[in-house]
């Protein structure tokens, strides 16, 4: 699919990937919606002219998402969505005293992370599915979802958030087989440990940790390396119905 003068939504787009992939597709030329739950969000589509627009909301919420694909779709049609709002939370089964871990936070954890992303999946398909074929495929759009190589290699105390990735990655496939009908793609991306807000306030040593723990690129993941992907899949045809690793090699030890 080609970018440029085509609409996406882009969730979790107040920061990290979500606003590098913004950034990317407008450079390209793609008019893009911004959907976050940050009230910052406003003033971070200030700067980015006039294609792009915001909207304050819960991916979680239906109405807040039937407002942010409409809004999304100008002109009546949408192109591309890529979901990258989420939560990592860290919650033991058991805490040091023995008790057990909040059931309200898992739940919560699987509403942002999981249903989230199925709302704003089915929302966004029932608009592509009535865009005008594009190119000799008769493509009409495509979904890249975020989920996490936790779902992968879970560590102590991911329990939830690395069910809801792993969740994610679970709908993948059957959502392209049913999507393609359609001429819309399905892809999710693993990101490995990245240097984004999200994890600002995890546990410093185990962060950097991953990173030394990295094959190559010694480093972090930077946001700019998922914008890259997030690109490269909207105008390959051929990625679909794939959970795509973004690690580096890394593999999350116990």
């Given amino acids: 699919m080609q970018i440029a003068g085509r609409n996406f939504l882009v969730t979790g787009a107040a920061?990290?990937?979500?606003?590098?992939?913004?950034?990317?597709?407008?450079?390209?030329?793609?008019?893009?919606?911004?959907?976050?739950q940050n009230p910052t969000l406003s003033q971070t589509v200030e700067g980015?002219?006039?294609?792009?627009?915001?909207?304050?909301?819960?991916?979680?919420?239906?109405?807040?998402?039937r407002t942010a694909v409409d809004l999304a779709a100008r002109g009546g049609e949408l192109h591309g969505v890529?979901?990258?709002?989420?939560v990592a939370d860290l919650d033991r089964l058991l805490d040091d005293d023995g008790h057990p871990a909040s059931l309200d936070r898992y739940r919560q954890v699987l509403d942002i992370?999981?249903?989230?992303?199925?709302?704003?999946?089915?929302?966004?398909?029932a608009i592509m599915r009535k865009n005008l074929p594009q190119g000799v495929?008769?493509?009409?759009?495509?979904?890249?979802?975020?989920?996490?190589?936790?779902?992968?290699?879970g560590?102590?105390?991911?329990?939830?958030?690395?069910?809801?990735?792993?969740?994610?990655?679970?709908?993948?496939?059957?959502?392209?087989?049913?999507?393609?009908?359609?001429?819309?793609?399905?892809?999710s991306v693993a990101p490995g440990?990245?240097?984004?807000?999200?994890?600002?306030?995890?546990?410093?040593?185990?962060?950097?940790?991953?990173?030394?723990?990295?094959?190559?690129?010694?480093?972090?993941?930077?946001?700019?390396?998922?914008?890259?992907?997030a690109e490269q899949i909207i105008v390959n045809v051929m990625f679909n119905g794939e959970d795509i690793r973004l690690d580096g090699g890394l593999r999350l030890r116990y």
């Fill in 137 to 153: 495929d008769g493509e009409r759009g495509v979904i890249i979802n975020v989920s996490s190589i936790c779902a992968y290699e």
């Fill in 193 to 229: 440990t990245f240097g984004t807000p999200m994890l600002a306030d995890k546990v410093a040593d185990r962060v950097q940790a991953s990173a030394q723990a990295t094959p190559f690129p010694r480093r972090l993941g930077q946001v700019e390396d998922f914008a890259l992907l």
């Fill in 15 to 36: 920061s990290g990937m979500g606003l590098a992939t913004a950034e990317r597709l407008l450079a390209a030329g793609a008019n893009v919606t911004l959907v976050d």
């Fill in 113 to 125: 992370n999981l249903v989230g992303t199925f709302n704003v999946m089915r929302l966004a398909a």
């Fill in 48 to 65: 980015l002219g006039e294609k792009a627009l915001a909207f304050t909301g819960n991916v979680s919420s239906e109405s807040d998402m």
């Fill in 82 to 86: 890529v979901h990258c709002a989420g």
């Fill in 155 to 187: 560590t102590v105390g991911t329990c939830g958030y690395a069910a809801s990735k792993g969740g994610v990655i679970a709908m993948t496939l059957p959502a392209a087989r049913e999507l393609g009908d359609y001429g819309i793609r399905v892809m």
